[in-house]
């Protein structure tokens, strides 16, 4: 079993495509309401790390706990995924339908909420990413940045216990990115436990409470963000920060 207080727990997770090793040996315990930022380069695990949290991807080596629930196929997936909602890096929202209704639209589906109530919670989460105004515009008519915040409260919208975050900014236009990170950390410290994949340096060391940094597969350091940007003796952690700060 895992810990009582971790609301996720990977214990020797490992994933093969093919025979290419994507995941190996991962150990890893989050804390509930804790923000955890996966950094490392590109093709080191990161995605599929995450994707093994709310069974996007099967592992297929180990265990994945989420509330002291075993991922995997089965009955019990659906209530995990109803704590685990994720944030893509392509927004993903429902083109023939209004802003508000790609938020009401899980609730209605997944929860049974009435079109009425769903509505009602989806232009307060509107409200909290700060695009209430455009309820009731369609997809396209939003930039980047606006239709990245719909794809958070459309997540909120489904009251999870764990975000996880894709490159959530990775889609956008750079003058963008501020208003959608500023979102993101507005969440943290709520209570709602945090995953983060991104390229994000700044805003990885404010918001986190631990970097998981990833090469190759494997989780070769976790610490605290004050730690591993300034003192990080890990020569691979190392050499990708002075690649990328
Ligand atoms: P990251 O998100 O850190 O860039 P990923 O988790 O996406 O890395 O990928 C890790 C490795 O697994 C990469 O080498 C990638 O090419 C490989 N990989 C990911 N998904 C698949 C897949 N569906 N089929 C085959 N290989 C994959
Ligand atoms: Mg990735």
Redesign the pocket.
Known sequence: MSQPEAIISMKGVG?R??K?E??KDIDLEIARGEVVV?L??????????I?CINLL?EYDAGDVHVDGIRVEKGKKLQSVRQEVAMVFQAFNLFPNHTILDNVALGPVRVRKLSWKDARERARRLLDRVGIAEQAEKYPSQLSGGQQQRVGIARALAMEPRILLF??PTSALDPEMVGEVLDVIKGLAGDGVTLVL?THEMGFARQVADRIVF?EA?RIKEIAPPDDFFTATRNERARAFLDAVL
């Open positions: 994933k495509f093919g290419f994507a995941l996966l490392g380069p590109s093709g080191s695990g990161k995605s599929t790390l994707r991807e894709d490159e994949v990833m597969g």
